[in-house]
């Protein structure tokens, strides 16, 4: 059965498509960029082909919008040189400009996402087993990221260095895993309980 369009689902695609085109409004680079802002647009059309036939809780709409803005913020600037961080960074004494870091942390609350497609298409209930699997599925597309980064590395060489964003730190993708790890158990320990209260709301069931 389709789903209607809701206006604050639209609001969210027309916010996130404004500063997808600020974004590309003269880059640091215009291939960081594409690299940057490559995976968070192909997620929009996936999801905007998908939305009729699964159409997810304004919750996870919203964490899926603050993701995307946060990957076009860094696309544009390139993570490294994001201003308000190059500011704290002097502020606080910092070695490296942490944007990078907050992001990776933010991308384990996509672990809501998981949860709900979880629920409504599998036999999986909220357990133990549910956290498990879906804390897996975040370490697991954490390190597919880390290893696109890589092959982005071997391919482009020193060109993909501001894509890399490891700022000098030899553990940068063993630090951008945890961090995701955690800001997926974060999200689970804080959001679950009002994700589960929208999905009974919406009356989904697993299928």
């Known amino acids: 059965m389709a789903h209607p369009i809701k206006k604050i689902h639209l609001a969210l695609l027309v916010i996130v498509l404004l500063v997808l085109i600020w974004s590309g409004i003269s880059p ?30 304004t919750l996870v709409y919203i964490i899926l919008s603050v993701l995307c803005i946060w990957m076009f913020i860094g696309g544009h600037y390139t993570y490294e040189r994001v201003p308000l961080f190059n500011w704290i960074k002097e502020q606080f004494h910092l070695k490296r400009n942490e944007y990078d870091r907050v992001g990776h942390f933010l991308k384990g609350f996509a672990a809501i996402a998981i949860r709900e497609v979880l629920i409504r298409k599998s036999c999986l209930k909220p357990s133990k087993w549910l956290i498990f699997l879906v804390l897996c599925v975040v370490l697991a597309l954490s390190a597919s990221y880390e290893i696109a980064e890589w092959l982005a590395a071997e391919i482009l060489g020193r060109e993909a260095h501001d894509f890399l964003g490891t700022q000098g730190d030899i553990w940068d993708s063993e630090w951008d895993m945890s961090l995701a790890f955690l800001g997926g158990v974060l999200s689970l320990l804080t959001l679950s309980r009002l994700h589960q209260y929208y999905l009974n709301k919406k009356g989904t069931h697993s299928k």
């Open 28 to 57: 640091k680079s215009y291939l960081t960029w594409s690299l940057e802002v490559g995976p968070a647009t192909a997620g929009i059309i996936i999801l905007a082909i998908a939305y009729r036939k699964f159409q997810f809780t």
